[in-house]
């Protein structure tokens, strides 16, 4: 039976439990439209297609990862909220999949206008602010705020996707290794600083 006042936030939400169960590769606008109980056709009525979908489901995703990351560091400074971050970045990426996969895409650009575009580009930049919030004990601005958030999402990422792929076999214990590469990184921050540089642009 159809789902009473199906919306798009409903949808989206759905695509993304969709996503967390089969992966977001398999995602298809057919499975999510069954999860919500309509045919195919009714589905285009909360979304515009497959991309928008994609797009929607980001933005949700991004949105849920920050208010997680701002939750796990709020009222914390330099090293505290770096491991903050890190644990709640993994935990997220360990307990959402599908949803986790979702935030790795960047928006758009500005230039495109097409559905869920704007939305997903404002997403990115809340994910951005808490990122650069949570690094700013570490002095850290311009050029040299981008670079870091950059190196930092590439450590947290490399971490989390071996994780999942079941790359770590050795018995010592994963969540140690994990605090221990994050406090490196801690300290590869306090002299990360090289100039004074204009104020970054929040997309990633």
Do not use: I, N
Not at 42 to 63: T, W
Not at 151 to 160: K, V, Y
């Amino acid at each position: 039976m159809p789902r009473a006042g199906l919306s798009r936030d409903a949808v989206v939400a759905e695509a993304l439990r969709v996503a967390d169960e089969v992966g977001l590769d398999r995602l298809t606008l057919a499975a999510v439209a069954q999860r919500c109980g309509v045919r195919l056709p009714s589905l285009y009525k909360h979304v515009a297609g497959l991309p928008a979908l994609h797009a929607h489901a980001a933005a949700a995703a991004e949105r849920e990862l920050a208010a997680e990351l701002s939750a796990a560091t709020v009222g914390r400074a330099g090293e505290d909220a770096l491991l903050a971050l890190a644990e709640a970045y993994r935990g997220y990426a360990r307990r959402r999949p599908g949803a986790y996969a979702a935030t790795l895409r960047a928006p758009a650009g500005e230039g495109d206008t097409s559905a869920g575009a704007a939305d997903h580009r404002a997403a990115a930049h809340e994910v951005m602010g808490v990122v650069l919030s949570a690094l700013a004990g570490f002095g850290l601005s311009g050029e040299d705020a981008v670079d870091a958030v950059r190196g930092l999402r590439s450590l947290l990422h490399g971490f989390a996707a071996l994780e999942a792929a079941g790359g770590f076999a050795l018995p010592q214990d994963l969540d140690r290794s994990y605090r221990r590469l994050v406090r490196s990184h801690g300290e590869v921050l306090r002299s990360w600083s090289s100039a004074p540089g204009p104020a970054p642009d929040p997309v990633r």
